[in-house]
Each structure stands twice: as structure tokens, then as C-alpha cells.
């Protein structure tokens, strides 16, 4: 595996169910962030990880939760979604802490569904 | 005001055409700019950056920026069905430390054969 990969790539889930989307990175970078691409709208940063620890939540709602326990791994935990959470969740990772020529590197994204 | 704006398009054209994609924005502290291309299915991935204002050249790609006007654009030359995708433009400034790029909505683009 090279890059970034995330598991699953589709997630049907009801809106009292509890799921985690995966991510894992195989570049050696030191950052990473979740993202939430909606239709025709910008992507949104919701969290941000710096040598596996959260430097920035975006004003995220508490039923999303990161979980970063290595600096390849980053984990968001799922529970009690709502419909309009249905989007695709992107992950990234960047080599250094976020400065400002860092390129982001994107996963293919896991299209969520909440029933 | 959105800090960048960037029409969705769809934007179709012929294959051969030349393809102009633009985002203006509002926070005049952007100094990088970047284009990602996303196709159907897949993660954004970085296609052309520029730092400040000027142009940039890679193969059929060219970026400018201006920074007095506020805008930024993506040309293809010559293009191909397999350009066919959505391009985003992101930018990033200093202000307040944090480097995390700001991202327009993305244009969808279609080259027709």
C-alpha cells in the first residue's frame, strides 16, 4: 500500500448505529486532518492532528470523534449521525505541522450514508 | 462574503479546447495558492501551486495569481477527455499561525470528445 488509504470506502449506516471510518498513512508524514466534502460545497477541515496530537477542531459536533494514536493512523468515530452528515469524509496527511507550503496528500474518502 | 469563491460549473468543452478555471477571494493574507484536481471517486491530489503573484508552467497546465485583484486562475491547453474532473483552488496565509488551506467548492469540468 502506498499513500493514503482509508477503510471502508462506503458506509450505509442508521442514525443510532456507532461506526469508525480508518485512515492510514504510508508516507512518514507528521500531520493529519479529516475533512467532509458536501455537494457543491467547500471541503471542510474538521480536525487536525500534529504529531499525534489535535491541534485544531473545527467547531465539529461531539458525534464525531478523532482518535490518533500513531502518526500513521488516524481514526474517526461515529455515533448518533444525523441525515445531513451524509458526505464523503476525506483524510490527509502532510509532512511537517502544518506550515504553510505543506502539501496535503488525500485519501480516496469513505462515502458515508445516514439513514 | 465567502473567503473564496469558485463557480461549480459544469464547464464543458471540446476536446483541444482551451480551458480557463478562476476563484476569487476575499482575505487579502493568502500568499499560496493551489490547484488540486479531484476525479469521480477519488481524494483531491495537488496539481500546481504558486507562492504569490506571477504564473506557473507545467506541460499544458498554467497558473496565475493575482494577488491585486484578488483572483486566480488554472489554464489547459489543449485539453483532453482525461482532464475530465473537478478542480479545486486552495489557498493559505499566515494569519494567526495556522497554515491550513482554504478550499473553494470545486468546478466541475467535462471535455468531450
Known amino acids: 500500500e502506498t499513500g493514503v488509504t482509508q477503510t471502508p470506502r462506503h458506509l450505509v449506516m442508521g442514525m443510532t448505529n456507532k461506526k469508525s471510518l480508518k485512515c492510514e498513512q504510508h508516507?512518514?508524514?507528521?500531520?493529519m486532518y479529516w475533512y467532509k466534502q458536501s455537494a457543491k460545497k467547500p471541503l471542510e477541515l474538521m480536525f487536525v492532528?500534529?504529531?499525534?496530537?489535535?491541534?485544531e477542531n473545527n467547531s465539529v459536533p461531539s458525534r464525531f470523534s478523532p482518535e490518533c494514536p500513531n502518526s500513521s493512523h488516524l481514526f474517526l468515530h461515529l455515533h448518533t449521525l444525523q441525515p445531513e452528515d451524509s458526505a464523503l469524509y476525506l483524510c490527509?496527511?502532510?509532512?511537517?505541522?502544518?506550515?504553510?507550503?505543506?502539501?496535503?496528500?488525500f485519501g480516496p474518502g469513505t462515502r458515508l450514508t445516514v439513514l | 462574503q465567502k473567503e473564496v469563491e469558485q463557480d461549480p460549473g459544469p464547464l464543458s468543452v471540446p476536446e483541444g479546447a482551451i480551458v480557463s478555471l478562476n476563484c476569487t477571494y476575499s482575505n487579502s493574507a493568502f500568499q499560496y495558492f493551489m490547484w488540486y484536481r479531484q476525479y469521480s471517486r477519488k481524494g483531491p491530489e495537488l496539481l500546481m501551486y504558486t507562492y504569490s503573484s506571477g504564473n506557473k508552467e507545467d506541460g499544458r497546465f498554467t497558473a496565475q495569481v493575482d494577488k491585486s485583484s484578488k483572483y486566480i486562475s488554472l489554464f489547459i491547453r489543449d485539453s483532453q477527455p482525461s482532464d475530465s474532473a473537478t478542480y479545486l483552488c486552495a489557498m493559505s496565509a499566515t494569519t494567526g499561525g495556522s497554515y491550513i488551506p482554504t478550499f473553494g467548492r470545486g468546478t466541475s469540468l467535462i471535455v468531450h470528445p
Open positions: 508516507l512518514g508524514h507528521n500531520a
Open positions: 490527509a496527511s502532510s509532512q511537517g505541522t502544518a506550515g504553510l507550503t505543506d502539501t496535503q496528500y
Open positions: 492532528y500534529s504529531l499525534e496530537e489535535r491541534v
